[in-house]
DNA sequence: CAAAAACGGTACCGATCAGTACCGTCTGCG
DNA sequence: CGCAGACGGTACTGATCGGTACCGTTTTTG
């Protein structure tokens, strides 16, 4: 066990609320799970809520540096986003964005959770405004919008029919977005 | 106070649950805010989840019904349901679509409330291959997934950015899709 | 009109929730 | 070597969870 507490923590703690959400997932099954002591867990973070900012934002990081790589790995074209989401459909442990679930999960706007939640997504739109101003894309900003559209629309497809094929058919769409609006008026 | 308990139960549960969350709303929430006593509640639904399911399984008619009827009044062509959409996300009550948010709180796929919640989704996704049919749309099945997805995505977008606009942008991408799939090879 | 069903209110159940306090032990570092 | 901080384990708190049992009253209905 040479990792510390504070890491099995996190780790245990996003698996357990990404697989069965936040509010299902109690202390105790943390604690046991973790093999960390319930003193050690209040030591590292005063309350649960603490911990599930904690766990949210070392997943923004991970997720969002994880999508950087396979979309760079992949061409670095904006489409290979749909690509990328691809490969994480096909797990079967997939069970949606751990971001919208939070958003859905902690309904209150206000709440850290839900803030954090918010944040990552516009981080995302983010990125994907900086792919496709490289990609010399007309009106990157609003197509930024477009593809996150599609891609959150993948992602709770995907979650509803339990197959890959959303993140192909939100590609098609995005496809056609591009050459529909390439040739401006 | 000419409504049965029943169906004052069902008003509030369904109320409470869209705005918070069903894990979030205890029974004592619905006994206090539908002024119902305990006893009745258990009469007529045995335990919460059967209490969920009925009241999503109400949710569902309505809701559908509702859908059809504004897409009837607004032309009855199928890019309608974004127009229809776009009323919902302008309520400022809208917290996304209870069925999502149902699927992702109650994460096991096998629960009552899931698939309950998955079932409205495989409904709405028949009508629309309906309305794709009537509008003589090539591969009206594929279009009706492809006009879900754009949905879905919408709802959760507007769900994020707390504006009606991601039913316009849906809307646009829908139309890119049928223009661009209009001349078939 | 009277029997029956539906009703609201209250007390209670065991289980679980997040969080606190204190314990003895282990470990890394000066 | 010694000691300070990090650690795991246990016992406990008050609050709340879903669910049961029983109360007297109101409403419906045959």
Redesign the interface.
Known sequence: MPVKARDRLLATAEELFY???I??VGIERILAESGVGRASLYRHFPSKDDLVVAVLEARDRRWRSWLAERVEALGGHPLAVFDALAERFAHNDF??CAF??T???S?D?DSPAHRVA?AH?ERVVDYLEQLLTAAEVTEPALQA??F???????I??A??E?TPT?AA??R??AE??L???DPAP
């Open positions: 697989a069965e959400g509010r299902a069970r949606g919208i679930n958003m859905i999960e309904a706007p918010a997504k919008r477009q996150a559209l599609l891609m959150d629309g993948a709770v497809t979650l509803r339990r959303p058919r939100a098609r769409l056609t977005l050459t529909a609006d």
